[in-house]
């Protein structure tokens, strides 16, 4: 024992090497059948060895599997000895790690009933109540099972120590309760009120963000109750300054998760004035020389009550009933005398006008800031400019010198407000690309004045970079048009990027020079500087990422032309492309530069890991697939590249470790498929690609991105001969798995799902029943039908499920003429008549549709349904708006009652016939002219005065 307490010693130790040694020799010693003796010793060791020992234990015996292989003798004795070890006296070190271990050895034995009993007993000493609280967090973080068999017994005693003398239990209390709520999906009223005097009791208490933030957590699952008292609380407690940051921030937090549409007039307005205080707690007031060095505005990961008070405001700015009294504060607060009160009322009119079009009639005022003498006023006008232009930068071009304005802010002394010119500058020529709409003022001068600021040498790097950006802007508003300015910038931009300057100058004149002779469309000034470009591949990683990065602008100007170099850059881009990103679980083990810390929660059996991957790599693969997705838009210039793309892209669609370079390779595979001439020999490369993907467990967005992928495959392929039948059902197979996936977060509410993979499904079910018909009728029932029925008995279902389930039925009817029936009924046709009655107009048009079809039937099956479906789609005829709004609904009800009446009930034929000719689809008029000309001499004996001739003639 004295070697193994000597060898817990050396893991302590600060020394590399005597570390190591004392880990071999715990090592060697975990091969002896009776290591979990000396576990135990060690727990009666002084503090750190102790703890030690209890780590050890959990690693080697718990997580490992290794405790359950014991006998249930040696279960038993560890598990005694380790409650024996459960005393008060201890340190609350020791209790926590013994505590732990004490719930993980009864969860492996399966006796939850004995841990509840723990926490029973624990809360009833002040000592040991941390622990009771510590125990039930574990349970409630990890056997959520546990929680819905015992939540009663634990929310019943985390609700004692609410009221527990000591004010750090009574809050970790609370915030215990909070996260049961957060798996039972339910917060008592009585226990909500508790929590929020508490949180307005202990406003200054440290521990308090904690509760509050899982306050925010419940808010967003579970719809709480008199919201207004959770308001008022957290106003009291963000507004006052004296309180913590933390809960401040965290206060705020929760107001933004709150219905506010639901709240009185009062409180919208306690809330507008917390809103407007809050954006006056400016960064670095009193620190003029500090603020503007900060060039560019950082958005911090912790947020302050500054942005969070604008993040308010953003909110209330969308309920109509204030819009006035927000205008009236905005004014008074641009008449006021202080610096900081314009500041806020620039900014607040800001986001009033992204909400409001009306308050943007007042823009002129903010203008007026662009020549103030205080440089805060002037940048905030520029960012809230910035902001606008990109939304309304055509309906705001009549102001009158409002260019001229903002250029005076080029040649600023405050380099914060220079860069944010340039960065209100941009917004503006974007907004007026993005809407096609022809810029007003003379851009040749603008062109001229960023020439003039270009070739100050004092020019500030950060804002050097903003103005290249501008000036590419610039060029790509005048096309062609900037050609005349090829001798004053082409040259000077080519020296930036053979100059000494630091790389992000190099690559940010890489990528104006690019766009400028993209703009230009001159074929040999292209290929003049695309030649001088590539001599630096090779010299610096920064520069090359840059050369690829900017390759698709050359590659539009050149088209074929660009084949002569792409034996040069496409290689580097495929390289890039699948560059092997080194991913670990530690720090210590990436290599040297950059990383990021990816959530574990994207990677497969990491969980309670950290992934780090290094972002130099990272980046260079995603450079690489964005300019190949880029080029793949050109359509026929990039058949050369279409396989290596195809082949890059198969390898990426299901990338781990980044969601645009997934997006990106599914948008190549797209572009691909929209190339007419190369269809037939991309088809089957690519759908191979999307079927290893379906095989594979992939969350909702991405399984809706390769659905979608899928639909456009089968949809550009349908007259081509390439998918076999088994191919067709293996596809329905893995598709069935993913929708059953999908369900199963529908049920167990583990996770939000997405209606849109259901209705990505049912489009693609469309596709494959149109081609295979009645050959997939068995693969369909087994595998969707079921799913189906499943997801229509969801309570819970949205009516965009509802309607994607009706959708498919539909389709396997129309495609296979299966009605589906079972012991002498149809289950869809009895579901659909009661749909008939829903409140979505969507679901009662296929409602009625599905009627029609079964009406077609013919079948003496249908007959026991005729009276109900009649009162069905009677109920879509009475509607108020049938034969306006909703017209389309009604049409396709009447074409069902037009089937029933012709088979089954030929009194209801004057029904119908009323409603002719048809407004809408004219393909429901053409089956409504076949029926009749097919049944002509029915529909004439019971409705002789009818002219169904002259009808079929419309």
């Known amino acids: 024992m004295e070697e193994f307490e000597s060898s817990l010693a050396l893991i302590l130790s600060n020394n590399n090497k005597l570390r190591e ?101 624990c809360k009833s000493n ?44 009574r809050i970790l209390s609370g915030k215990s309760i909070c996260e049961l709520s957060l798996i ?54 963000s507004s006052n300054k004296k309180n913590p940051s933390e809960n401040r921030i965290t206060a705020v937090e929760v107001l933004l998760l709150l219905p506010l549409k639901e709240f009185s007039q009062n409180q919208l307005h306690e809330l507008l004035a917390l809103s407007f205080s809050l954006m006056a707690e400016i960064n670095y007031y009193n620190d003029l020389q500090t603020w503007s060095e900060e060039i560019q505005e950082i958005k911090l990961i912790n947020n302050e009550p500054y942005t969070l008070g604008e993040d308010l405001l953003r909110l209330l700015c969308k309920i109509r009933s204030l819009y006035e009294s927000i205008l009236k504060l905005v004014d008074a ?10 500041h806020v009322g620039i900014i ?49 071009q009549c102001i009158g010198g409002m260019l001229n304005l903002i250029v005076h802010s080029m040649n600023s002394n405050v380099k914060k407000v220079q860069y944010q010119c340039f960065i209100a500058l941009e917004a503006y020529y974007q907004g007026l690309i993005m809407k096609n709409a022809q810029c007003q003022e003379n851009i040749h001068e603008m062109v001229l004045k960023v020439y003039q600021v270009l070739g100050n040498p004092q020019l500030n790097h950060e804002v050097m970079v903003e103005v290249l950006t501008f000036l590419a802007i610039l060029a790509e508003t005048m096309q062609a048009e900037f050609g005349v300015y090829s001798d004053k910038f082409v040259s000077g931009l080519k020296n930036l990027i053979f100059s000494n300057m630091p790389n992000h100058i190099k690559t940010s004149a890489l990528a104006c020079l690019s766009c400028v002779v993209d703009s230009i469309g001159n074929t040999a000034l292209c290929q003049t500087v695309l030649v001088e470009i590539l001599q630096l591949l090779g010299s610096d990683d920064a520069i090359d990422n840059a050369i690829i990065e900017n390759a698709p602008h050359f590659f539009y100007c050149l088209k074929s032309n660009f084949y002569q170099f792409s034996s040069i850059i496409m290689p580097i881009l495929y390289k890039n492309a699948l560059t092997t990103v080194d991913v670990h679980t530690s720090k210590s083990e990436a290599k040297p530069g950059k990383i990021i810390v990816i959530a574990s929660f994207e990677m497969k059996g990491s969980e309670g890991h950290e992934m780090i991957v290094c972002t130099d790599d990272l980046n260079k693969k995603l450079i690489a697939m964005k300019s190949l997705m880029m080029m793949s838009i050109v359509g026929n ?139 997939l009728c068995p693969v369909f029932r087994t595998n969707f039908k079921p799913l189906c029925e499943e997801l229509l008995l969801i309570e819970t279902i949205y009516d965009k499920e509802i309607i994607a389930i009706q959708g498919m039925l539909c389709d396997y009817i129309e495609f296979t ?43 003496e099956v249908f007959k026991k349904y005729v009276d109900y479906s009649v009162e069905a789609l009677n109920s879509i005829l009475i509607h108020p708006q049938s034969k306006d709004l909703l017209i389309e609904v009604s049409e396709c009800a009447v074409e069902a009652l037009a089937w029933i009446s012709v088979y089954y009930r030929c009194d209801l034929i004057l029904t119908w016939v009323e409603w002719l000719p048809f407004k809408c689809l004219a393909s429901d008029t053409q089956k409504i002219k076949n029926l009749i000309a097919n049944n002509l001499g029915t529909l004439q004996r019971y409705a002789p005065n009818v002219d169904f001739i002259g009808i079929m003639s419309k």
Not at 128 to 139: D, H, Q, S
Not at 333 to 342: D, E, F, I
């Open 184 to 237: 039972t999906r339910n917060l008592h009223p009585d226990v909500q009120e508790k929590i929020l005097s508490l949180a307005s009791l202990y406003t200054e208490h440290p521990s308090l963000s904690v509760l509050l933030q899982l306050l925010c957590n419940v808010i967003k699952k579970i719809e709480l109750q008199n919201c207004e008292s959770i308001s008022k609380v957290m106003i009291t407690i």
């Open 637 to 775: 210039d990039f058949i050369p590249f279409i396989f290596d793309a195809i082949n890059i892209s198969s390898q990426l669609i299901n990338y781990k470790y980044n969601k645009d370079i997934r997006s990106y390779a599914i948008k190549i595979l797209k572009h691909i498929l929209k190339i007419p001439s190369t269809i037939t020999q991309v088809i089957n490369p690519i759908m191979k690609s999307i079927f290893s993907c379906l095989v594979e467990p992939i969350n909702s967005k991405h399984l809706i991105n390769i659905l979608h992928l899928l639909y456009i495959a089968l949809e550009k392929s349908y007259e081509i001969e390439f998918l076999t039948l088994d191919q067709a059902e293996k596809m329905c197979q893995v598709i069935s798995l993913q929708m059953a996936n999908e369900i199963n977060k529908i049920k167990n509410q583990s996770e939000s799902p997405n209606s849109e993979v259901f209705v990505k499904i049912a489009k693609v079910n469309e596709k494959l029943l149109k081609k295979f018909k009645n050959s």
């Open 333 to 342: 607060h641009l008449n006021a005398a202080h610096w900081v009160h314009q």
């Open 21 to 121: 040694q004392g880990e071999n020799f715990i090592s060697t010693l975990s091969n002896n059948p009776d290591f979990y003796k000396y576990l135990l010793y060690g727990l009666s060791l002084p503090l750190d060895q102790s703890c030690l020992s209890s780590i050890i234990f959990r690693q080697m015996f718990i997580d490992t599997g290794r405790f359950v292989k014991l006998s249930p003798s040696v279960q038993l004795e560890i598990k005694d000895y380790l409650l024996s070890n459960l005393v008060p006296e201890k340190d609350w070190r020791f209790i926590k790690s013994i505590g732990f271990l004490i719930t993980k050895v009864l969860q492996n034995l399966g006796n939850y009933e004995e841990i509840i009993n723990i926490v029973e007993l």
């Open 348 to 396: 607040a009119y800001g986001l009033l006008s992204l909400v409001n079009k009306k308050a943007l009639s007042g823009f002129s005022t903010i203008t007026q800031y662009f020549c103030s003498q205080n440089p805060r006023l002037v940048w905030a006008a520029l960012r809230i400019a910035s902001v606008l232009f990109l939304k309304e930068a055509p309906s705001l």
């Open 817 to 859: 003429n299966d009605f589906m029936c079972e012991n002498e009924s149809f289950p869809f046709l009895g579901l659909s008549i009661k749909l008939a009655q829903h409140l979505n107009s969507t679901v009662r048009h296929n409602a009625s549709y599905a009627i029609g079809l079964y009406a077609q039937s013919q079948s």
């Open 126 to 169: 002040q000592r040991m109540a941390k622990l009771a609280i510590y125990i039930v967090e574990v349970i409630a973080q990890n056997w959520p099972s546990c929680v819905e068999k015992y939540g009663n017994r634990l929310n019943s005693a985390m609700w004692e120590l609410l009221d527990n003398n000591d004010s750090e239990i």
